[in-house]
Structures are given as C-alpha cells and as structure tokens.
C-alpha cells in the first residue's frame, strides 16, 4: 500500500482503488505491476514498478529470505522534494481456523475510527485496549492499532507452528478477520488511514520494513 495506507478521506484524489462507499483505498500502487532489478545478493528480491521510467517512480520493495523459516520486507524511498507518503503491507496467513489462534502482541491503542473506517476529529483519537494475550476465538478486527513503544510485535500461536511478525520502523498496525475465519490479516504500517489530514505520513529518503519468523 503507497503512497497511502487504508482510506483517504478525500473523495476528490485520482485513484482507481476505492472501497464500496467511494473512498480512495490502499494507494496507487496496490495492484501495480513489478518487474525484478537485479542487484547480485544471494537469497534477496528486488522489484520495483515496472512504469518507473514513465512514472518516475522512486519506490523499491526488497525480499531477503534471513533465515530458513525467515522472511525480511524493507520499502526503500529516494525522493529529495519532501513528497508526503505512506506505505503498508497487507498479507493475509492461513490457518484450518483462527478460533484455535492465541495472539500476543505489544498493542494497547486502537484507532477510533467511524462507520467507513475514516478517524475522526481534528486530531486522532485513540481508545486503551489489552491486546497483551488473547485468544481469537468469537474475536472480530477491522482496526488499526499502535503503542507507545515505536515498535510492533506480534505472535500467533497455533497448535501446529507460531508465526511472528515484527517492526523496528512501522510503528501501526491494520488486524482485519475475514468472516470465513480461516485467515488473518496483520498490515504492518508506517502511518494512519488518511495520513496527509492528520500528518502521519512520511517525507523525504526512507527505509522501513519488517519481518516475518515461523516457528
């Protein structure tokens, strides 16, 4: 997701994605098509947009397999204009079921967000919450969550293997549980929805990422 994450509350951008109520979703460049940059590193991925001569496109995303069961995601940015950005990733993981998934995270504050998932007020507006250890049973996520700590951290356990999902540098976080309950999506995320309103968005060079471990 770039140069946006989730929703924009502008209706008025140019963008091709927009959810069912009209608002422009998850960035211009959700479904772009990549083509691979050869850079020599064993073990590592490097695409770009493959309109990045016609589009000037300054955006690289790099694969790097770490480990066996590791997996590394870094989002690089060169741009000296101050463009304004976001970037998000949305995987889903499949399990047989996530009601038999605990999730152990170090997120305690939820976006308050209205009915089309848009923040509201004039400055964003969070709410305490406890996701220390919880079970994901009956458990339903459409939100964005964050913590005090700049980092994100995330482990769901399940009977067969453990997966974790962790950040140095995307400090937000979108859970969302499809209603077939047989998957999950964590959205790591350097901002908010509608980060150019309330000035989460990011500017100038930069390098974030994260990191998936299965256990």
Known sequence: MYPWVNRLSDKNVQCQFRDSNGYPLHGLYVNSERETLM????????????????????FQ??????????????????????FEYGIGYHPYFNFENID????????????????DLIPIGDQLQWEDV??????????QFDSCFTNQEDKLFIKLVSNKYTLI???????Y????????????AIEPQSS?????????????NCKVGFKITIQ
């Open 61 to 82: 995303e790099i694969l790097t397999f770490t480990q066996e069961n590791q997996i590394s995601f870094e989002f690089i940015i060169s741009d000296n204009k101050n």
């Open 130 to 139: 406890n996701l220390a250890e919880i079970p994901l049973k009956n458990q």
């Open 100 to 115: 038999d998934i605990i999730m152990i995270t170090n997120l305690n504050k939820k976006l308050i967000v209205d009915k």
């Open 192 to 204: 908010t929805a509608d980060c150019f309103k309330y000035k989460t968005s990011l500017k100038g």
């Open 173 to 184: 976080c979108q859970i969302y549980t499809p209603p077939d309950r047989k998957r999950i």
């Open 165 to 171: 999902i962790e950040s140095d540098s995307m400090r």
């Open 39 to 58: 850079n020599g590193i064993q073990n590592q991925l490097c695409l770009t947009p493959k309109d990045r001569e016609e589009e000037k496109s300054h």
